[in-house]
Every structure is written in structure tokens, then in C-alpha cells.
Nanobody, 123 residues
């Protein structure tokens, strides 16, 4: 599956932003989808993931309660709604997909990466 992320930008702390990731190919509905991010000088880290059906999700502790991941299999799109943004959320956000079971996602099990979209949160 090929992935194209969009929706990044510059916002102020406390604002909201929604990222979108459009997928091409015929494996989207069978892929576990997610978002990872990489802040300057830091390693890429898991943010959120969603199972094939959309019924099961997982979040990093740092975003739990503020971010919501969802998917639309009819539109081959996955979303990341980010609310109450903080300066520490500043990073390049990457859409990712993998096969297999479960909902977990990490840099070691991602099969497909999209180009990143930059989110900058000013304090």
C-alpha cells in the first residue's frame, strides 16, 4: 500500500489539527494503520494505531485522551484528530501500515511508510 499524508501545519498550543492519510492499492482494508512521529533530534516513536475494522485502537501514553485515530475503509483513508496540542507534539508525523494480527505498531513492524507531514505547535 502506498501512503500520502497531509494536514500538517503551524498551530498554537491548545489548538486542534487533523491529519489525513490516503492509501492506494488493494491492501488498505487488510492493513493495520497508524501514525508515528519524529521530533528533532529524537527517535521515531509510536503515536496511535487502528485495527482493520476500526474497532480497536492503541495510543501512546503521551497522547492518550487528546488524539483520536480513525479509518474509513471505503475511502482508503486513516485520520488522526489531534486536540489540546502541546509544544512537545511538534514533530514530523508519518502514516504507516503493516500486516499481521493485533493493533500494535512500532518502527520494527511497519511495512509501508508515507512521507511525513510537519506539525509545529508554538507555545
Amino acid at each position: 500500500v502506498q501512503l500520502q499524508a497531509s494536514g500538517g501545519g503551524l498551530v498554537q498550543a491548545g489548538d486542534s489539527l487533523r491529519l489525513s492519510c490516503a492509501a492506494s492499492g488493494d491492501t488498505f482494508s487488510t492493513s493495520i494503520m497508524g501514525w508515528l512521529r519524529q521530533a528533532p533530534g529524537k527517535l521515531r516513536e509510536f503515536v496511535a494505531s487502528v485495527a482493520r475494522s476500526g474497532s480497536t485502537t492503541a495510543y501512546a501514553d503521551s497522547v492518550k485522551g487528546r488524539f483520536t485515530i480513525s479509518r474509513d475503509n471505503a475511502q482508503n483513508t486513516v485520520y488522526l484528530q489531534m486536540d489540546s496540542l502541546k509544544s512537545e507534539d511538534t514533530a514530523v508525523y508519518y502514516c504507516a501500515g503493516r500486516g499481521g494480527l493485533g493493533v500494535s505498531m512500532s518502527t520494527s513492524n511497519v511495512r509501508s511508510w508515507g512521507r511525513g507531514t510537519l506539525v509545529t505547535v508554538s507555545s
